[in-house]
């Protein structure tokens, strides 16, 4: 069924015990951010721009869409030292916040670094794998209405630790206006160039490079309609991290903790914007019923009330489940971006997750700590992808590459084996190569 809350909020209540419940999950889950065919000419076209005309291309549509008078790039690049005076003007408390994510965020992905490796074989021969960071990554920061500090520092110190030698920060500033915080948090995480672009043609001038962006390896951060599409339209000309869906929560209670708490980390996801998703499942019915009214009672108090009403209207639930077990079953159905166990003991739970981004264990804590100074990244797969995809980290900024270094003997061994398979494929030039290795043919 589903009910309204008290101060007309609509939140639907959905029971794993219904028949149409799968039917009615499948509806919320569902969510298609493939940009139509209007968007993705616009798209071309601008990429199409920006590969032929370079910077003018750039200036012409920061003129037009950011509704800026600049009459080149230097206008729109801003030096180290623009960055660092960004993080020295900042007020102590902020400076120190924004330093103690930093550090936080760094140590952890320190412990991600990959090393390069071999072994020896018998006779002598050597296989392995040698490690390498890219030459130069590309970072998009959205602007505009909201800005994500938390953002830059996330995808820039992870490209920092792996090694890559240069990073490139692209942000839109409409109407000129630069946030500080953004700036400063890109002098803390070592980005090498800002550009003040924004929209497919800064992914465009990421991908090709123009007279002043350099061009970069692989582009990640997240983006608007336009931004997404121009992403996927250069993947394959360079790497990107994602095509990212609008934020998720799945919280898992066990009816311990307090709905307030849970009331406002349901908030806390579904106030990015209309399309965020927030779901609770719990096996305590009661539980359901009180978190349901503190959601009632605690919206009204929030300064992004109608987003967070049309949110949980469109894509938010309170769902009630037989059991634990359940429980797990529709975590890995869902693969959320954002899991709380919010439980007692939840260590047991864990080994049975599958499918998820990030995991946040136990009642304290709360998804928000991971936004912004926990450690661990916060750009997650999204839309279902947990079931196949990883969080941002140090090692989407680094290459693997295969070590084989053949002794005499080990050549003639893998000749003969060689050359049979590739006289199986009709491939003679393959296996006379390999033959010519054979000791004493």
């Keep these: ?27 919320l889950l569902a969510w298609e951010g493939v940009s139509d065919a209007e968007v993705q000419g616009r798209v071309a076209e601008i ?30 690049t801003l030096g180290a030292g623009r960055l660092e005076q960004a993080y020295r003007g900042l007020p102590e408390q902020q400076r120190d916040a924004l330093a103690q994510a930093a550090e936080r965020i760094r140590l952890y992905h320190e412990r991600q670094k990959p090393e390069s490796w071999s072994y020896t074989e018998a006779d002598g021969s050597v296989l392995g794998q040698q490690v390498t960071p890219l030459d130069r990554a590309g970072i998009y920061v959205p602007g505009g209405k909201a800005a994500y500090p938390s953002s830059v520092l996330m995808n820039a110190i992870p490209a920092h630790v792996a090694g890559v030698r240069e990073i ?21 995480a070592g980005v090498d160039h800002v550009f003040t672009i924004g929209g497919a043609q800064a992914v465009a001038a990421l991908a090709y490079g123009t007279e002043s962006v350099p061009r970069v390896d692989k582009i990640v951060g997240p983006g608007n309609i336009y931004v997404a599409t121009a992403k996927r339209a250069v993947f394959g000309q360079v790497g ?25 980390d349901l908030f806390s996801q579904a106030e990015h914007d209309e399309d965020a998703q927030a779901l609770l499942v719990s096996w305590d019915a009661s539980h359901l019923d009180q978190v349901e009214a503190a959601i009632a009672r605690l919206l009204p108090t929030l300064e992004r009330e109608a987003i967070v009403r049309e949110s949980l209207a469109r894509r938010g ?4 489940c037989r059991d634990r077990d359940e429980a797990v079953q529709l975590i890995n159905r ?10 007692a003991g939840p260590e047991a ?16 804590t709360a998804e928000a700590l991971g936004d912004y100074c926990a450690g661990p990244n916060h750009v997650l797969p999204t839309s279902g992808t947990a079931r196949f995809s990883s969080p941002l980290g140090v090692y989407d900024f680094q290459k693997r590459s295969s070590i084989i270094h053949c002794s005499e003997a080990g050549a003639s061994t893998l000749g003969r084996v060689a050359s049979v398979l590739a006289r199986g494929e009709s491939l003679t030039a393959h296996a006379r190569s390999a033959e010519y290795r054979i000791k004493g043919r």
Excluded: C
Excluded at 317 to 320: D, E, N, Q, V, W
Excluded at 334 to 339: F, K, Q, R
Excluded at 351 to 364: L, N
């Design 168 to 188: 490139v920060m692209v942000v839109p500033t409409p109407d000129g206006v630069l946030n500080e915080l953004v700036l400063a948090a890109a002098h803390l």
């Design 334 to 343: 869902i693969a959320p971006e954002h899991l709380e166990l919010s439980l």
């Design 317 to 320: 639930a309170l769902i009630h």
């Design 47 to 76: 990429i199409a721009a920006v590969k032929e005309r370079g910077d003018a291309a750039l200036v012409d549509y920061t003129q037009r869409f950011d509704r800026l008078s600049v009459g080149s790039m230097a206008e729109l």
């Design 240 to 264: 990107i991290d994602m095509i990212a869906g609008p934020s998720e929560i799945l919280v898992v209670s066990d009816g311990g903790t307090d709905p307030d708490w849970l009331a406002m």
């Design 349 to 364: 739970m864990l080994p049975q997750v599958r499918h998820a981004g990030a995991i946040f264990m136990g009642r304290y």
């Design 1 to 27: 069924m589903s009910e309204t809350l008290a101060g007309s909020v609509d939140l639907a209540r959905l029971s794993t015990r219904d028949g149409d419940f799968e039917a009615r999950l499948d509806a």
